[in-house]
């Protein structure tokens, strides 16, 4: 692999090896603002004490669960030699977990160029089909979930995760404008992101968590209650220290509550706020109120329409 100026030289297998451990790279000379950036974003927590239990759940995490069906896919994908840029960006969307990655390295100064994107395929075209084959086929990134009875896999089944996420990511894709969609696509895809980095490292909590939502408490008040935080708190923070792009974070920290978002991306934020909750089956409950004080309350009939029209 080729250096760039002022950075040392290092191989594909000592950054591989280095992946389960790495939230960020910043590749050298790097100005004061960008490191500053960095830090800012990976430290901004709601409070003191939440943002230390964040950092505490963050921490117990080396790699995501990805389905064994969609990792063999992939893998005998990237060993294709006709396989496009879009036919990876296709089944790398199927999987929050990987396509959280995938925008992390495209998004990282080392594997990305420096390059933002929101955009899976483009993230994919930055890499190269070389870049991901060598991650990938590493199996450092990612990892199957455990299949044995009492494990995560039994209380949590990654494959009704990925078939909403996927759901919601279309349907809010589906509201938005065209200069829109690859925001609310990658920010309706990762927002529950947070569940799965519970199931790894609080499986135990975890299964007490779903038992409670089940017998029908609220579930984010569960979440504060046994976590500290809510799993859009936990997504949006992973993802702001791999260096996601702004906006995508505060959509995924505010899918929730669309009208705390930024004022700038409350409509953005209500669009997934709605996708999610009519992803699901049956739908979730809207919070009006929210949608209110965000002024998208009069756009939900409109979406209810073409989600109608595309599911």
Same mark, same amino acid.
């Not at 590493?138 to 996420?165: H, I, N, W, Y």
């Not at 569940?195 to 007490?208: D, G, N, P």
């Given at each position: ?13 000592? *950054?591989?090896?280095l992946l389960p451990a790495l939230h960020q790279m910043l ?114 990134? /990612? ?12 209380? /949590? ?13 279309? =349907?809010?894709?589906? /509201? ?21 980095? =519970? ?9 007490? /968590? ?15 209650? =046994? ?6 708190? *936990? ?77």
């Amino acid at each position: 692999m080729s250096t760039k100026s002022g950075q040392a030289q290092i191989g594909q297998d000592s *950054i591989t090896r280095l992946l389960p451990a790495l939230h960020q790279m910043l590749v050298k000379p790097c100005s004061v603002a960008t490191l500053r950036d960095a830090i800012e974003r990976s430290c901004d927590g709601v409070d003191v004490e939440r943002d230390a239990k964040i950092r505490q759940i963050i921490g117990g995490i080396d790699r995501l669960p990805t389905p064994p069906d969609v990792f063999f896919d992939l893998s005998r994908l990237l060993q294709s030699t006709t396989a496009s840029a879009s036919d990876v960006a296709k089944v790398v969307a199927r999987v929050p977990a990987l396509a959280a990655k995938v925008l992390q390295f495209a998004n990282s100064g080392y594997f990305g160029a420096g390059k933002s994107t929101t955009s899976i395929q483009q993230a994919v075209l930055l890499l190269g089909v070389e870049q991901l084959r060598y991650l990938v086929l590493t199996d450092v990134v /990612f990892t199957c979930p455990p299949t044995k009875r009492g494990t995560v896999a039994a209380m /949590f089944s990654l494959e009704d995760m990925q078939q909403t996420s996927m759901r919601a990511a279309a =349907l809010a894709r589906a /509201f938005a404008e065209p200069a829109e969609r690859d925001d609310v696509f990658a920010g309706a895809l990762l927002r529950d992101l947070g569940h799965l980095v =519970l199931t790894a490292c609080r499986s135990a909590e975890f299964q007490v /968590f779903t038992k409670r939502v089940t017998l029908g408490e609220k579930l984010l008040d569960v979440e504060l209650d =046994l976590f500290g935080a809510t799993h859009a708190d *936990i997504s949006a923070r992973l993802l702001a220290i791999w260096g996601l792009p702004p906006a995508v974070v505060d959509l995924v920290q505010f899918h929730h509550d669309p009208g705390s978002a930024p004022e700038p991306l409350r409509r953005l934020a209500a669009m997934i706020h709605v996708a999610d909750a009519l992803s699901r089956k049956p739908h979730s409950e809207l919070d009006m109120l929210s949608l209110e004080r965000a002024g998208c309350a009069n756009l939900v009939a409109g979406w209810r329409a073409i989600a109608a029209s595309v599911t």
